[in-house]
Each structure stands twice: as structure tokens, then as C-alpha cells.
């Protein structure tokens, strides 16, 4: 089984990202249990705005694109800024909505038959909102959405620290982490063991 980090943090590599500090924890635990993991920081790569799975040359989606078809688990990792996701997710989402008409060759929609779950971090709050825009969009895609299948992190009201700064909320978004891979990936091997057919014209 295979699992697919999308992180939407603005900061390019090698900066460090608070939210995949948060989401190496959710990693560690799908690698335990034999699951493949694999990151992607998509402000390295150049995703220019559309709706389409691959917009010619220059475009890294499309790349980006063949490893969500190779992978079970997708998640993805986005800091909160004013209370809402990442530019770079609301991009990744956009560029997604192409996969809505994408289908297998029996027919089946291409997201069906995996998994996704989110990570959020800010010191600020929003996460919850956060995290149901992106889990509603990934639905419409056609992603099976586990219960509890999200961990986030934030500092509280007002400015402060940042995730690796602070022990404080750490015990909870570490539990709650180690918990969504968990779901992710009983959900997926429930799939994998009987999978969605494709839907009956």
C-alpha cells in the first residue's frame, strides 16, 4: 500500500514546515504498519492555476497527478493562514476537479477506492474549517473520507509560537495523528479487500 504527502505549506525547501513536523507523525504510523510513503512539497514545483490535468509544458501536475493514481492514501498537509487553507491547497484542489471526469477503464472514477485525510497547523484557530473544505472537496473528487481521518495543531488565540517551538497541544495532535493513519489505513484495506465497483450506467 502506498501513501501519498501533499504538502501545501508557502515555504520552498529547505525551509522546515510546521505542518509536516505534525504530519511525520501520521507518516511514522502508516510506515509502521508497512504502508509506502511518499512527500511532495507542491511550492517546489511548478503548478500554475487550472482546471486540468495537465496544462503542456513546464506543468509538474501531471507528474504530481500519476502519483495520486498510484497511491491509496492521500494526505494532505496545509497550515492555516486567516483562518482558511493555503493558497498552494486551494491550487491542488482546483487542479484536482479534473480528476472528477477521470475514470478507469471498467469505468470506475479514479479517486474511488482510496483514502484521504488532513493535517492542519497554525497558532491561530481555523483548523476545523480548514479541515472540512478540504475533506468536502476530496469527497466531490470521489475520495472515501475515514472518520476521524485528521490531526491539527494550533497555538490558541492570538500570535505565538510555532508548532516546533512549544510542547504545548503536542500529546493530543500526536494521538489524534497516530489515530488517523490508523483509520486511513483500515479504511483503504477494506477497499483494497472490496472495492467500490463502477457505477451502473
Known sequence: MKALFL??????????????????????????????????????????????????????????????????????????????????????LERMDAMISETAPDGTPVAYNRVAGVVVTGNEDGAHHVISEISGALGDIGYTIPGQSWTYWNQGPGPGADYPQTEHGHEWSNSTGRLMAHNLYSVASALAAQPVPPPKS
Open 7 to 92: 504538502s501545501c505549506t508557502l515555504k520552498p525547501s529547505p525551509e522546515p514546515s510546521n505542518t509536516e513536523a505534525l504530519a511525520s507523525v501520521v507518516a511514522d504510523a502508516l510506515e509502521e504498519r508497512d504502508v509506502t510513503v511518499e512527500h511532495v512539497r507542491l511550492a517546489d514545483l511548478d503548478v500554475p492555476p487550472g482546471v486540468v490535468t495537465d496544462l503542456g509544458d513546464g506543468d509538474a501536475w501531471p507528474g504530481i497527478h500519476e502519483k495520486l493514481l498510484d497511491a491509496q492514501i492521500l494526505v494532505v498537509v496545509t497550515p492555516t493562514w486567516i483562518g482558511r487553507p493555503s493558497s498552494i491547497a486551494q491550487r491542488m
